[in-house]
């Protein structure tokens, strides 16, 4: 049972186009953190949120922790080819912080 | 700062061989994990050293895994007798422990890609 689940698996746009990826889990997590991966590469962070209803912005990419600490959002406003990646996210949770949770990724294609 | 790095890149393997990939994190890091990503997966966790001390060990991490971090700098994945199933990209990562439970950022190297035929 894959206990975080990213939606949608595959997402293909149009450079300008916004999009929104979803992270969502049954468990609350203490930190929640985003990952933007490219092939044959390790993850790179991007963002760590860590207080329900957080709200973190980096450049044209918001990311949001849910108020119950159970799920994120990414919302890339004007996407760019450059955008283009495997996006995953990563939850540590209370009992475990040290290590991470991940879920099995969104590839986002950005075309020019 | 010149982030987490692994060596090597890249090995293919015969089965039955053993095989060590190194991983030298960040610096001022405490905290060391390694991680293993199959085609399609998100990294699985594996083990966790704080310092020299392995905390914990994945069920994924069979009897033919060892890790040390011998004098909790770098640290050593070996695999005896590899499997095809062992075949992945093995991930390092370090973090500076936080001051608040469960926030460490961990910050990932490029990863190692096995290939055993």
């Known amino acids: 049972t894959q206990l975080l689940e990213q939606s949608p698996q595959f997402l293909s746009i149009q450079e300008g186009e916004n999009l929104t990826v979803y992270c969502n889990s049954s468990?609350?997590?203490?930190?929640l953190q985003w990952y933007r991966q490219e092939p044959g590469e390790g993850p790179v962070l991007l963002v760590t949120?860590?207080?329900?209803?957080e709200v973190k912005k980096l450049k044209r990419l918001t990311f949001q922790f849910g108020d119950a600490r159970k799920d994120s959002s990414l919302h890339i406003t004007a996407a760019q080819p450059g955008d283009t990646g495997l996006y995953l996210c990563?939850?540590?949770?209370?009992?475990?912080?040290?290590?991470?949770?991940f879920g099995k990724g969104t590839l986002l294609t950005v075309n020019p | 700062d010149t982030g987490v790095s692994q060596n090597p890149r890249h090995k293919i393997t015969k089965r039955g061989q053993n095989v060590t990939f190194r991983c030298d994190p960040i610096?001022?890091?405490?905290?060391l994990y390694w991680y293993r990503q199959t085609l399609g997966q998100g990294p699985e966790f594996l083990t966790y050293?704080?310092?020299?001390?392995?905390?914990?060990k994945s069920r994924l991490l069979s009897d033919r895994f060892s890790a040390e971090r011998p004098k909790g700098s770098f640290s050593t994945l070996e695999i005896q007798r590899t499997e095809q199933g062992d075949s992945a990209m093995y991930l390092c990562?370090?973090?500076?422990?936080?001051?608040?439970?469960?926030?460490?950022?961990?910050?990932f190297g490029p990863g190692t890609r096995l290939t055993v035929t």
């Open positions: 990562a370090s973090s500076l422990e936080g001051f608040v439970q469960g926030q460490d950022e961990q910050y």
């Open positions: 468990s609350v997590f203490s930190s």
């Open positions: 949120v860590v207080t329900g209803g």
């Open positions: 990563a939850g540590a949770r209370g009992g475990s912080n040290y290590k991470l949770t």
């Open positions: 610096s001022e890091h405490n905290r």
């Open positions: 050293f704080q310092n020299e001390a392995q905390l914990e």
